[in-house]
C-alpha cells in the first residue's frame, strides 16, 4: 500500500474531492483524519471507511478561525499521533457577480477559507514535519487560478494566492524532507458546489443547466468533466513516494483545459 501506517488531514472531507481522497487514502493504508462544518456528511464517510476496514475520525471545524484550526490539528495528534500528509481541500465558491458588485466580507470569507486556512494549517504542520524531516502538503487549487472566467473573483484570488504559497512553501521546505505542491481540478461535475455554480451560471445566461454545461465541458480537449476519484488519484500520487522528485509543481487534472 502507497500509504501504509501514514496519517493523513484532509479538510473539507465529508463530500466531494475531499471524500474521495480521504475513501482512497485509507485503501492505500493511511489513517485518516476529517474535516468539515457538517458534522452527518463527516460522521457517514468515516463510517464508510472504517466499515472497509480503515482507520478514520473526525471533528467538526470552521477553519475561518485560526482557534478552529488550532483545534483541529490538536485532536489529529490526540487521535494518531502526528500529520505525515497535509491536504488542504477545503472550499467555499462564493457570489456569483462581477467585481463591482462583490460584497467585500464575502470576499473576505471566500479568502479566508481558501488561502487563510491553508497558511494556518501548513504554519501549524510544519514544525513536526520538519523535526521528522519528511511530510507532504498538498494544496488544492483550481483552473480558476490560472484560465480567466467571469463573476469568481474571489474564487480565483484565493486560488491563484494558493499556488503562490505553494511556490514559497516549496522553497522553505524541501531542504528539510517535505515537498508541497498543488492540484488544480477542472469542473468536477458530481460534487455539490460545482452543480450549485452550474445551476447559477446557467440561470445568470438564460440557458438551461445542460445547455450551460455541455457549452463549458465542450471548450475541453476530452470534452467531459472530471471525476472526484480522478482527483483522488492524482492526490495519492503526489502525496505518496511515487512523486518523491515533485516539488513546487500545479497539476492541472483538468481533462485537457489550460496548459501551464
Known sequence: MLLENKVALITGSGRGIGRAIAQLFAKEGASVFLTARTEAELAATVKEITAAGGKAAFVTADLTRAGDAEKLVTAVRGKFGRVDILVNNAGHYGPVVPVEDYPLEEFD???????????????????????????????????????????????????????????????????????????????????????????????????????????????????????????????????????????????????????F
Not at 511556490?167 to 524532507?177: F, N, T
Open 109 to 259: 470569507k471566500v479568502i479566508a477559507v481558501h488561502l487563510r486556512a491553508a497558511f494556518l494549517l501548513s504554519k501549524l504542520v510544519l514544525p513536526e514535519m520538519y523535526a521528522r524531516k519528511s511530510g507532504v502538503i498538498l494544496h488544492i487549487s483550481s483552473i480558476s487560478a490560472k484560465n480567466a472566467y467571469g463573476w469568481g473573483s474571489a474564487y480565483a484570488a484565493a486560488k491563484a494566492g494558493i499556488l503562490g504559497l505553494t511556490r514559497v512553501m516549496a522553497a522553505e521546505a524541501s531542504r528539510q524532507g517535505v515537498r508541497v505542491n498543488a492540484i488544480c481540478p477542472g469542473p468536477v461535475t458530481e460534487t455539490v458546489m460545482s452543480k450549485e455554480l452550474g445551476n447559477t451560471l446557467a440561470k445568470k445566461l438564460g440557458v438551461s443547466p445542460e445547455e450551460q454545461l455541455k457549452g463549458f465541458l465542450s471548450s475541453l480537449l476530452q470534452g467531459r468533466g472530471q471525476t472526484a476519484l480522478e482527483i483522488a488519484q492524482a492526490a495519492l500520487f503526489l502525496c505518496s513516494d511515487l512523486s518523491s522528485a515533485v516539488v513546487g509543481q500545479s497539476l492541472n487534472v483538468d481533462g485537457g483545459a489550460v496548459f
